[in-house]
């Protein structure tokens, strides 16, 4: 378990409120997590393409440009993406759970987004991430 307490997951977090994107980073990086920040689904996946491929993606829905719910879509389009944790953070109940009904997404957290709940979220789905991981390597 040593190594995974030493693991560092990139996690892009996509909210088009700047607010929101700073109290989100503000509880992963303190777990250990490296941040990226995209305003919106768009931009998020330029980045994607451009830059870096995230071990977990946590995204708003209503943003402008892109929204979540078409950015998701694009993601699980792409052989790259498709396979990415992907967690929503939303005041849109309804559209979160029937997304991560329909296996879309992986978990939702809904806005006012409590903090505690996140973090094990995201510790789960790296944790799940890494496991996944190591299966792949055939690691012992």
């Known amino acids: 378990m040593v190594a995974l307490a030493n ?40 980045m994607i393409s451009s830059l870096i491929t995230p071990d977990i993606v946590v995204t708003d829905l209503d943003m402008p440009v892109l929204g979540g719910e078409a950015f998701i879509s694009r993601l699980r389009a792409e052989p790259k993406t498709n396979a990415i944790p ?14 991560q009904m329909s296996g879309h997404v992986n978990a939702f957290v809904t806005k006012p987004v409590e903090l505690r709940a996140l973090e094990q979220c995201i510790s789960a789905l790296a944790r799940r991430a890494w496991m996944s991981e190591r299966a792949g390597m055939g690691a012992d």
Request: net charge negative; charged share 25%; hydrophobic share 50%.
């Open 7 to 46: 693991r560092v997951s990139t996690i892009l977090v996509v909210d088009d409120d700047e607010d929101s994107r700073l109290v989100l980073r503000s509880v992963l990086e303190p777990s250990g997590h490296l941040v990226l920040e995209a305003p919106n689904g768009q931009a998020a996946l330029e």
């Open 86 to 99: 992907i967690v929503i953070v939303s005041g849109d109940h309804d559209l979160a759970l029937a997304l």
